[in-house]
């Protein structure tokens, strides 16, 4: 009745959500850091210079421009990450890491870095890997 497609996709939502879950709840244990804020982190450290529009992070992270404004709000107040005006543009902000928020990443990221082990790669193997992330390269 249904055509495979259609199960194909529903497995790989249920990957995600079941990674997701699993990742978000070993990083609040680990780190008292949420799934989302560690995405920010993430996203800010590997900008280039480590400074981030707000825009842009915006959109990769799917959220309005005031969800993320709101978002952004809490984790400067959390001393995470700073709001920096640029130089040449009044109208737009980057956002930085503090040092709080890098030292806060790398160890986040050696839990998740851990989790990814567990809970994927080592479910296939190095040849599966490697398909994977074309595959979703190609997708993307």
Known sequence: MFDRRIDTFGRLLEVRARLDREFGQSLEESHDLSHTWFEVLLRI????????????????????TGGVTRLVDRMVDAGYILRVPSPSDRRVQFIELTDTGRTLLEDACDTHLGDLEDQMFSRLTRSEAEQLDALLEKLR
């Open 45 to 64: 450290g590997r900008a280039d210079e480590e400074r981030l529009k707000m825009c842009d992070l915006a959109n990769e992270i799917a959220l309005t």
